[in-house]
């Protein structure tokens, strides 16, 4: 089975008197282990099918199955639920709580999932070791460099070991030094097994992924494979 399967998806939002179609009938199947870019112009509906993927929103119309399970008419609370166990997302903003250390911001996602203070420690520590942060566990953000939080940022997406790792504009607040690393490491995640899908509008971002999906006026433009040697993630 695949870990994502959408069906016709539509998200219809109704502006006034006006109904703008966000997604206009949008199918796609992406297999466990893939590494997928969805990639769009601003307005285009690349937010609007990660919100729909991430569990974010629900759709007007059309189906959307995670791990064989359908989300797509599930209520806010099942929603939550499946967000917390299934889904780790990284945001372009770090989204860290700036008085946490970055284990204790590592370890959120546990603590709302009821988790015992020692299981929470042991899993985040593990967590910053896999992005190379195990010896910033004890700094707060403004300790930290950007591409430091983003690092953090990661380790709490990981933390729960997820289905999915959804990433939107990851790099977009990093210089192009600090973007080059957050790649590298996404790259070197997924060699382990990590299911990743990248939301972004620059293609040099985008050519790291195994596929990409190209957005346009809410339908799905362009589904393209990428060759080994055109990748950027493959030196």
Same mark, same amino acid.
């Given at each position: 089975?695949?870990?994502?399967?959408?069906?016709?998806?539509?998200?219809?939002?109704?502006?006034?008197?006006?109904?703008?179609?966000? @997604?206009?009938?949008?199918?796609?199947?992406?297999?466990?282990?893939?590494?997928?870019?969805?990639?769009?112009?601003?307005?285009?509906?690349?937010?609007? #099918?990660?919100?729909?993927?991430?569990?974010?929103?629900?759709?007007?119309?059309?189906?959307?199955?995670?791990?064989?399970?359908?989300?797509?008419?599930?209520?806010?609370?099942?929603?939550?639920?499946?967000?917390?166990?299934?889904?780790?997302?990284?945001?372009?903003?770090?989204?860290? #709580?700036p008085r946490a250390?970055?284990?204790?911001?590592?370890? #959120?996602? @546990?603590?709302?999932?009821?988790?015992?203070?020692?299981? &929470?420690?042991?899993?985040?520590?593990? +967590?910053?070791?896999?992005?190379? @942060?195990?010896? &910033?566990?004890?700094?707060?953000?403004?300790?930290?460099?950007?591409?430091? &939080?983003?690092?953090?940022?990661?380790?709490?997406?990981?933390?729960?070991d997820p289905s999915?790792? #959804? +990433?939107?504009?990851?790099?977009?607040?990093?210089?192009?030094?600090?973007?080059?690393?957050?790649?590298?490491?996404?790259d070197a995640l997924?060699?382990?097994?990590?299911?990743?899908?990248?939301?972004?509008?620059?293609?040099?971002?985008?050519?790291?992924?195994?596929?990409?999906?190209?957005?346009?006026?809410?339908?799905? +433009?362009?589904?393209?494979?990428?060759?080994?040697?055109?990748?950027?993630?493959?030196?």
């Open positions: 089975m695949p870990l994502i399967e959408t069906k016709n998806l539509w998200k219809t939002y109704q502006m006034g008197t006006e109904e703008v179609h966000a @997604l206009r009938g949008v199918s796609i199947t992406i297999e466990k282990g893939e590494y997928v870019a969805i990639m769009g112009p601003s307005g285009s509906g690349k937010s609007t #099918l990660m919100n729909l993927i991430g569990c974010l929103d629900t759709p007007s119309q059309g189906e959307y199955f995670l791990n064989s399970r359908k989300v797509s008419q599930m209520n806010d609370d099942e929603l939550a639920n499946i967000r917390n166990r299934e889904i780790g997302f990284v945001f372009q903003t770090f989204n860290l #709580l250390t970055a284990l204790h911001n590592v370890e #959120l996602p @546990l603590i709302y999932n009821g988790s015992s203070a020692q299981t &929470r420690r042991e899993k985040a520590l593990h +967590a910053l070791d896999r992005v190379d @942060l195990g010896d &910033r566990v004890t700094h707060k953000p403004s300790e930290l460099s950007g591409g430091q &939080r983003q690092r953090v940022a990661m380790a709490r997406a990981l933390v729960n999915l790792l #959804l +990433a939107d504009e990851p790099t977009g607040n990093l210089d192009s030094k600090t973007s080059i690393e957050i790649m590298k490491l996404l997924h060699h382990q097994g990590n299911t990743i899908i990248i939301v972004t509008h620059e293609k040099d971002i985008a050519q790291h992924a195994h596929r990409v999906l190209s957005i346009l006026d809410g339908q799905i +433009a362009e589904d393209i494979i990428v060759p080994d040697h055109q990748r950027n993630g493959v030196h």
